[in-house]
């Protein structure tokens, strides 16, 4: 009965901790508001506007916002003394690979590149830019000298992704430098993307339903521009199939039946070759030897890193957890222990009080006695003298 107890009492700690556990975890979740009351000498005029609904943020490009790992939005309209205005609208994603992607879809050659945030353009009164997992479209009545300097205050105030959230994708780093031709640069993640950057391969060659991530940009040639498309897939296997089907489609479209069709924009001479995960296409106003040079270019490198997390929280910090483990085993102990001087203490203190009543009756302590000293007492001793002769 004792052991149940004990055992009851252990499991409802557990539960509690449990518990307890389970809400600091669901507060840690909840999502911080994007955007802040007032920056920069900016005030908020009214409330934010929020939505988790992306046709919201977009309509026409809600979808693709979908694929990049949106999450919720928010607008707000500032003021300041002297009258101008400023609009706000912020986009968070899941991670910060899905802001820099959206980041450069919405971003166009004409803009100037700003030092604002992660990464940041503008043209005439409107900025771009994102930092962590958050894009940010800035409208401002007026420019001054000092709005840019006012969005980095705004930037700094945007709350950050934890963990491998912030972590920008490694793909981006296999675009060669030389030739690029400036804010080409587009990150993929989804057939609807794909489709409205215009890249050579279709989303069926793609596969991303085999985890594939793309990158594409253009390159200055001697025939005009050409694109290079990356395409990273979990694994080099993976990546082997990928370009097999790839070289398949392009060899059934060299065939005379397809010769006789229309030319369209992905209709032109594709170069690739795979290297690691990675698969490089090259096509467009680009010869063969300049695509041999510029997929030479592209040269997977196998890095190891340690990616966990490192911050702290009473959530994640594992010493947290093994202190509460140590005052749970103390607890019980205690019970314990206090159980037993409990239990020992009222035996004892029965005794003194009824002796040989409740705890020791007569009949529990009799035991078998043989009274070999009355036997050897009673035995003759020629009896005695006669057994030693025998012997």
Not at 316 to 344: K, S
Not at 360 to 366: G, K, N, S, T
Request: net charge neutral; glycine share 8%.
């Amino acid at each position: 009965m004792r052991v149940f107890r004990f055992r009851l009492i252990a499991s409802l700690l557990v539960l509690a901790s449990s518990a307890a556990y389970a809400g600091e975890g669901a507060r840690a979740t909840t999502p911080a508001p994007i955007l802040p009351k007032a920056f920069g000498g900016w005030q908020l005029s009214g409330t934010a506007q929020t939505s988790p609904d992306a046709t919201v943020a977009d309509p026409v490009n809600a979808a693709l916002l979908k694929e990049y790992g949106f999450t919720d939005f928010a607008s707000a309209t500032y003021l300041r003394d002297d009258g101008r205005k400023v609009t706000i609208k912020a986009a968070r994603f899941a991670d910060a690979s899905g802001a820099y992607g959206a980041f450069n879809y919405y971003k166009v050659p004409p803009m100037v590149r700003e030092e604002i945030g992660d990464q940041g353009a503008s043209l005439n009164e409107r900025v771009l830019f994102y930092r962590g997992n958050i894009l940010v479209d800035a409208v401002f009545q007026r420019l001054t000298a000092m709005s840019a300097a006012e969005l980095r205050e705004l930037a700094d105030d945007l709350p950050r992704p934890a963990g491998n959230a912030a972590a920008l994708p490694g793909l981006r780093e296999y675009l060669p430098r030389q030739g690029y031709v400036k804010d080409t640069a587009k990150y993929v993640v989804g057939p609807v993307a794909l489709e409205k950057v215009g890249a050579p391969l279709s989303a069926e060659l793609v596969d991303f339903g085999r985890g594939a991530e793309v990158a594409l940009a253009n390159y200055d040639t001697a025939g005009g521009e050409a694109m290079l498309m990356l395409i990273e897939y979990p694994t080099p296997q993976i990546a082997a199939d990928a370009l097999k089907r790839i070289d398949a489609d392009a060899a059934q479209k060299t065939t005379p039946a397809q010769a006789n069709q229309p030319s369209s924009a992905n209709a032109s001479p594709i170069y690739d070759k795979r290297t690691g995960p990675i698969v490089a296409v090259a096509s467009g106003a680009i010869s063969a030897d300049e695509a041999k040079s510029l997929l030479a270019s592209v040269n997977y490198d196998a890095n190891v890193t340690w990616n966990q997390n490192t911050y702290f929280s009473k959530k994640d910090n594992i010493a947290n957890l093994l202190v509460n483990a140590i005052i749970l085993c103390a607890i019980i102990g205690g019970l314990a222990i206090v159980a037993g001087i409990a239990f020992g203490g009222v035996r004892v203190l029965i005794r003194q009080l009824l002796p040989e009543q409740v705890l020791q009756r007569r009949e529990e302590m009799e035991f078998i006695c043989l009274h070999l000293s009355d036997r050897r007492s009673e035995t003759p001793s020629s009896d005695v003298s006669s057994s030693i002769k025998a012997l």
